[in-house]
């Protein structure tokens, strides 16, 4: 496996006290030296857990799969995450999860790396989203269409980014509850609140930011996935087929559960190839 430079526990909001849950870890190929003068582009992985649980640790080997098998800078972030048992007096629902990642992206366009000097191309970025990640980096990229769009990214990180992949994503709550009723209590009312419809937070009802028609969205899922039907994925892409001019399906290669395609090489060899394919190194 390449050799890395690993750099962690980053504060991504470095004005406020560290709190692990905004803080970040990097891993570059060590290829890329202080001395050099081509950067690697930056993959940054949003990590799944049902806007509840998970952490930037549970994703060290994926992270390290990815940055050998591209030869790119790979971060992983943490973001706040709503409580399992949840009262009126600890509540932390959407979109403050996503504002998080929001803040941890416009840092990273922005860093002087961990010594002052950049270890990255910050023009360069791909995104990935796991689960409630893919909803969380949707939230962000497409633009509400109704009541308010809490989550506005600047023009210089829509210009950065380049693609998305969003793998065994939850994108239309109203369709996951039709399938799995018993998630509505188990995290989707904590991260959402009780409501009688979540279309006003489904991202199939949201629209590009029509500025930026760069930008390259893959939606990816796993025959295997038996905690989020492949009905959410299909459902994005048809919705992105009809409003996005760059949209790519992988629903046929992997055949893992919903978190084990994170675990092994088949997942880094299809995204780590479209990376290359799409936002190939700079020379």
């Given at each position: 496996m390449e050799p890395l430079d690993e750099h962690t526990d980053i504060s991504y909001i470095p004005s406020e006290p560290h709190n692990n849950l905004q803080s970040f870890n990097?891993?570059?190929?060590?290829?890329?030296?202080?001395?050099?003068?081509?950067?690697?582009?930056?993959?940054?992985?949003?990590?799944?857990?049902?806007?509840?649980?998970?952490?930037?640790?549970?994703?060290?080997?994926?992270?390290?799969?990815?940055a050998s098998f591209t030869g790119y800078a790979v971060a992983v972030p943490n973001y706040r995450l709503s409580p399992r048992e949840t009262t009126e007096d600890n509540a932390f629902r959407h979109p403050e999860h996503a504002k998080d990642v929001l803040r941890f992206l416009e840092f990273v366009i922005a860093w002087g790396g961990p010594y002052g000097n950049s270890v990255y191309n910050s023009g360069r970025l791909y995104l990935m989203g796991h689960s409630c990640g893919a909803h969380i980096l949707s939230s962000i990229f497409l633009e509400a269409t109704q009541g308010e769009d809490p989550l506005c990214p600047s023009a210089e990180l829509l210009e950065s980014t380049k693609a998305i992949v969003m793998s065994e994503g939850i994108y239309d709550i109203d369709l996951l509850l039709s399938s799995f009723p018993a998630y509505r209590t188990w995290f989707i009312e904590a991260a959402f609140g009780r409501?009688?419809?979540?279309?006003?937070?489904?991202?199939?009802?949201?629209?590009?930011?029509?500025?930026?028609?760069?930008?390259?969205?893959?939606?990816?899922?796993?025959?295997g996935d038996t905690l989020v039907d492949e009905a959410q994925s299909e459902a994005m892409y048809q919705h992105l087929l009809r409003s996005v001019p760059h949209i790519t399906r992988n629903f046929e290669e992997l055949i893992e559960e919903h978190n084990d395609i994170l675990k092994g090489v088949e997942f880094v060899k299809l995204v780590g190839q479209y990376i290359i394919d799409n936002i190939p190194p700079c020379t």
């Open positions: 990097i891993y570059i190929p060590k290829i890329y030296g202080p001395q050099s003068t081509a950067l690697p582009p930056l993959v940054c992985f949003i990590h799944g857990g049902a806007w509840r649980s998970e952490d930037k640790l549970d994703h060290i080997g994926l992270a390290h799969r990815l409501r009688s419809t979540y279309g006003e937070v489904s991202v199939t009802k949201m629209n590009p930011r029509v500025d930026y028609p760069h930008l390259r969205w893959l939606i990816v899922h796993s025959k």
